[in-house]
């Protein structure tokens, strides 16, 4: 039996969403303990893992748009990217208890709460096994976690960047609100932007495209899942350049 990992280094991108009760906000312990028990499972397979989380489960820089007179665009953003470094902590804690050895990253420096982003010091943490955790997004306003994940994908070379939703994978349409969408196992990037379909936003995709990096998308919420991926079996949607 050939047990090693078909991946041997993946970026995995968590969304807010996955740190709370569906429809709901903030941080629910025990979701984040939850998808923590399957990256550390998946850990355990031989894969060096990197997270990029977002913040959404807190806040997004565009809500605040019928505001712009009490408050810019940009100001937002950062405000958002200071979410996703709260949801960091809180992984952190969960990936440990279990007993994962973790390092918590910052695009935005943030001595007193973790490590400054430098990729060649991931890299190495990587190579040691340690989950690497990495909040702040990219550092920059205007742009989301689904860039920062294509981008750290990309400068960390993994395998794979892996995007974990709600949904099983990637649909003609929305599968939450219409019922005879159809499921895509493979794709390719050309499809993808020529049928504007939803898988991350634009930017992230133009950047896997370009660099040749493909995207499974899956759903964490079924069991077993990043491990299955990891081994490269069946799951989600993969999109292939
Ligand atoms: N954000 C940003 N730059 C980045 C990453 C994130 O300005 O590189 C801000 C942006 O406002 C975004 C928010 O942080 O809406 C939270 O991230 P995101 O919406 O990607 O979270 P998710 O939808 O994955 O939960």
Do not use: W
């Amino acid at each position: 039996d050939d047990v090693s990992p078909r991946f041997t280094r993946i970026v995995l991108k968590l969304s807010g969403e996955s740190f709370c009760h569906a429809g709901e906000r903030g941080i629910a312990m025990d979701e984040v303990v939850h998808i923590s028990k399957q990256i550390h499972k998946a850990s355990q397979l031989g894969c060096q893992i990197a997270v990029v989380i977002g913040g959404g489960n807190i806040l997004r820089g565009g809500q605040f748009k019928n505001e712009s007179a009490s408050i810019q665009e940009a100001t937002a953003h950062y405000m958002g990217m200071l979410a996703t470094v709260i949801n960091g902590l809180a992984l952190q804690d969960a990936l440990e208890s279990l007993g994962c050895e973790t390092r918590l990253t910052t695009a935005i420096r943030m001595d007193g709460v973790a490590e400054p982003y430098i990729r060649r010091r991931a890299k190495r943490h990587l190579e040691k096994g340690r989950i690497v955790i990495l909040a702040a997004g990219t550092g920059s306003p205007f742009v989301t976690t689904d860039t920062a994940a294509a981008q750290r994908a990309l400068e960390l070379e993994a395998d794979i960047l892996m995007k974990a939703t709600r949904v099983d994978g990637v649909y003609s349409d929305d599968p939450e609100k219409n019922p005879h969408a159809i499921f895509y196992r493979n794709l390719d990037f050309a499809t993808v932007q020529a049928q504007n379909l939803r898988v991350m936003d634009s930017t992230a995709i133009t950047h896997c495209r370009e660099h040749g990096m493909p995207i499974l998308v899956f759903n964490y919420r079924t069991d077993g899942n990043i491990q299955k991926a990891v081994m490269g079996d069946q799951v989600g949607t993969m999109i292939s350049p």
